[in-house]
């Protein structure tokens, strides 16, 4: 079975360009998480959706992101405009639905995001 | 909300040493605690778990503890190998706050030959 998948797995770009994340859940999954974690700190929650819902958007830090997950399966994260504190490494995970009495989250590779 | 401190940031042991990484939390409606391992140029991969309702569970090499009372729980890793060497997460889960993960700040293991 193949796991989270993400793409790119390295960016850079200048400050006030656009980039977008993609994540592939594993097949099945429901929930699809995204975290960043920023050098040397603790991996941050940004949101959740269930199916194409977003759940739970209390962890984006501002407007400059958008998160979507069209026909809930992939997901993208769009970074418009970047600016420096955006860098980090941007983790996306999936779960299976609730109500099965589990809560394991399964994570990508990561997109390493950085801008200059 | 939840905040989850993780010690030490750095740890060294010699091949064969134990090592114990912990962390505390601040949220008492935590009810899901696991552990990630996170390797170089990979993405964090989880080892063991527990829930609230357990004290301690073991997998070969590796315990977790849970004090629910004092809100800290462990990592145990014995008869460390090299291939232990990465940098582990603990993170938490509150029944307050849906099912987002509230992460530690990491340990940076290094299993030394």
């Known amino acids: 079975e193949a796991g989270v998948t993400q793409f790119p797995s390295h960016s850079v770009i200048e400050k006030g360009q656009t980039v977008t994340l993609r994540c592939d859940p594993i097949?099945?999954?429901?929930?699809l998480y995204w975290y960043r974690r920023v050098m040397g700190k603790e991996i941050k929650f940004l949101l959740h959706?269930?199916?194409?819902?977003?759940?739970?958007e209390s962890g984006m830090p501002n407007n400059r992101f958008l998160a979507e997950r069209t026909g809930g399966t992939y997901s993208t994260l769009k970074v418009q405009p970047a600016e420096l504190e955006d860098s980090g490494v941007y983790f996306c995970?999936?779960?299976?639905?609730?109500?099965?009495?589990?809560?394991?989250?399964?994570f990508g590779p990561g997109t390493r995001l950085t801008v200059t | 909300g939840e905040n989850v401190e993780q010690h030490p940031s750095t740890l060294s042991v010699q091949e064969g040493d134990s090592a114990v990484i912990k962390c505390t939390y601040s949220?008492?409606?935590?009810?899901?605690f696991p552990w990630y391992k996170q390797e170089l140029g990979k993405g964090p991969q989880l080892i063991i778990d527990?829930?609230?309702?357990?004290g301690e569970k073991k997998d070969q090499r590796i315990a977790v503890t849970l004090n629910k009372t004092a809100k800290h729980f462990s990592l145990h890793i014995t008869e460390t190998q090299p291939e232990d060497s990465a940098v582990y997460f603990c993170?938490?889960?509150?029944?307050?706050?849906?099912?987002?993960?509230?992460f530690g700040t990491g340990t940076s293991l290094t299993v030394i030959p």
């Open positions: 527990i829930r609230s309702n357990v």
């Open positions: 993170a938490a889960r509150s029944s307050n706050t849906g099912n987002q993960f509230y």
């Open positions: 995970a999936s779960s299976l639905q609730p109500g099965l009495a589990t809560y394991e989250q399964y």
């Open positions: 949220d008492s409606a935590s009810n899901y």
């Open positions: 097949s099945g999954h429901d929930n």
């Open positions: 959706f269930v199916k194409e819902s977003k759940q739970d």
